[in-house]
């Protein structure tokens, strides 16, 4: 594909459980576009979550290559990938991540001070609190929020530093219907608005939706949609 923004070609992970070995992902290939969402959906044990750690640089694939905006982060250092991830990568798990001894406002802004870049953009961090309904909840600890604006604070986290690609694990996995709606049409904007790739991996078939295609996975590979026992009649 011209202009890919994400390549991964021919991705093998297997584990060792003991003396036995589970195939994660047995040679996935596929590309994304930049400016696109690609939803991945699959039922558990699917290969979802490894590919996730695979296409963020948090893990290497045992076979196969991930190329993200021309960089092979097989070739890169340790060094180099995780300035990769600090500066063009915006994680969201489906676990908040959250620190505990930090406000809301705090837990956001940390992120810029991880990577570097100081204040980062006030405007923004305004807008986008505004946009996730954080504004009057910016000074309350983790312990203080709801489960739905714990992710909502997690979700600006990632977005602040505006990065180039956002990687989403199960996003709206332990959210209401009103905070999951909240979170993916917050993903959907950053997407349009910003410009930012995004790729999420979900179970749930009406969060895939919100994605300019869907890829499928079962047992580790890609399959077509008619195999999906979810999207079966849909």
């Known amino acids: 594909m011209a202009g890919a923004f994400i390549e991964a ?8 459980v003991g003396k036995i070995e589970v195939e994660a992902l047995r040679g996935i290939s596929f590309e994304v576009r930049k400016g696109e969402f690609v939803s991945v959906v699959g039922p558990s044990g699917s290969g979802k979550s490894t590919l996730f750690y ?10 196969g290559s991930v190329v993200l905006d021309g960089d092979d982060l097989a070739a890169l250092s340790d060094a180099a990938r995780t ?8 994680f969201v798990f489906q676990k908040f991540n959250l620190l505990p001894t930090l406000d809301a406002r705090s837990n956001i802004l940390i992120a810029l001070e991880i990577s570097g870049n100081g204040r980062g953009d006030p405007a923004y961090f305004d807008r986008i609190t505004e ?3 954080l504004t009057k909840r910016l000074a309350h600890r983790p312990s203080e929020l709801s489960g739905g ?3 909502r604070v997690a979700l600006a986290r990632a977005l602040i530093n505006k990065p180039a690609v ?3 694990d199960e996003p709206t996995g332990n959210l209401d219907s009103k ?4 979170v993916l049409s917050m993903l959907r904007r950053s997407n349009q608005e910003l410009g930012q790739t995004v790729l999420m991996i979900t179970h749930n078939p009406e969060a895939a939706k919100y994605g300019d295609r869907i890829i499928h996975m079962r047992d580790g590979q890609i399959v077509n ?7 079966v009649g849909r």
Not at 83 to 90: F, L
Not at 225 to 231: F, I
């Open 131 to 133: 946009l996730l309904g």
């Open 83 to 90: 300035r990769m991830r600090k500066c063009k990568i915006g």
């Open 54 to 63: 695979l296409l963020g640089g948090l893990t290497r694939a045992d076979g």
């Open 149 to 151: 604006e714990q992710q």
């Open 9 to 16: 070609k021919d991705l093998r992970k297997t584990y060792h």
């Open 179 to 182: 905070n999951s709606e909240i």
């Open 166 to 168: 956002v990687l989403a």
């Open 225 to 231: 949609p008619e195999e999906d026992p979810q999207w």
